[in-house]
């Protein structure tokens, strides 16, 4: 198993269009997260996902972004009508059940909204 | 809910000083605790947690970190650093049961000759 991987590792897009990421976790592993990292600040929890069960959402996650994980393997996380305070680094992380051992983050999707 | 304060934004230190970056936490819950790295332009690596037993955890690269339940703290600390640790660090904590973690605001620590 090569980690988390998340597909694309840049993306600049024209303010107002759709944006979408993948995220491909360690394959044993059954939580998802997704978080979200702004120049000079630590990453922010968006979403978490337990096998396909999406269980908690943040207040960050406005209407325009929504999450899923079919069958519960990879992720995807999709911005719509992107805005100029969405550029961020998209982070995704895995983890087996017990949660706290074996979290692995991804390189992460870097957003860039023009 | 939980919170991190990372009391320092910014750490320069000179090559092979020592180094400690301060974490407090709050939470009226049992947590796990972490110290992630940062190198720029990539993803975040985990230098140490502290799950439970021993207070004094020792992670990768010679960082240790004890946790302090009285004073609510996590605070990282290296011996003697190298060039090549300059990079942002992140205390974390997290929810036994979500596994979420809540991040600190990061410190910058920057290594001179």
């Known amino acids: 198993d090569t980690g988390v991987s998340q597909d694309p590792r840049h993306k600049i897009t024209k303010r107002g269009q759709n944006v979408t990421f993948r995220c491909d976790p360690i394959?044993?592993?059954?939580?998802l997260y997704w978080y979200r990292q702004t120049l000079g600040q630590g990453p922010e929890f968006l979403t978490y996902?337990?096998?396909?069960?999406?269980?908690?959402k943040s207040r960050l996650l406005s209407d325009r972004f929504s999450a899923e994980r079919p069958k519960g393997s990879f992720s995807t996380l999709e911005i719509q009508r992107t805005e100029q305070g969405d550029s961020a680094m998209y982070l995704c992380?895995?983890?087996?059940?017990?949660?706290?051992?074996?979290?692995?983050f991804g390189s992460g999707t870097r957003l860039t909204v023009v | 809910a939980q919170s991190v304060t990372q009391l320092d934004s910014q750490v320069p230190v000179f090559e092979e000083a020592p180094v400690e970056l301060r974490c407090n936490y709050s939470?009226?819950?049992?947590?796990?605790l972490f110290w992630y790295v940062q190198y720029p332009n990539q993803g975040l690596q985990l230098l140490l947690k502290?799950?439970?037993?021993?207070?004094l955890v020792k992670g990768i690269n010679g960082f240790e970190a004890e946790f302090n339940k009285s004073q609510t703290s996590f605070h990282l600390r290296k011996p003697s650093v190298h060039i090549s640790d300059t990079a942002e660090y992140f205390c974390?904590?997290?929810?036994?049961?979500?596994?979420?973690?809540?991040f600190g605001q990061g410190t910058e620590l920057s290594v001179k000759p």
């Open positions: 939470s009226s819950v049992s947590v796990y």
């Open positions: 394959s044993e592993h059954n939580r």
């Open positions: 996902f337990q096998n396909e069960a999406q269980l908690e």
């Open positions: 502290y799950l439970s037993g021993s207070t």
């Open positions: 992380a895995s983890s087996p059940m017990a949660g706290a051992d074996g979290y692995t």
């Open positions: 974390a904590v997290s929810e036994q049961s979500s596994g979420k973690l809540i």
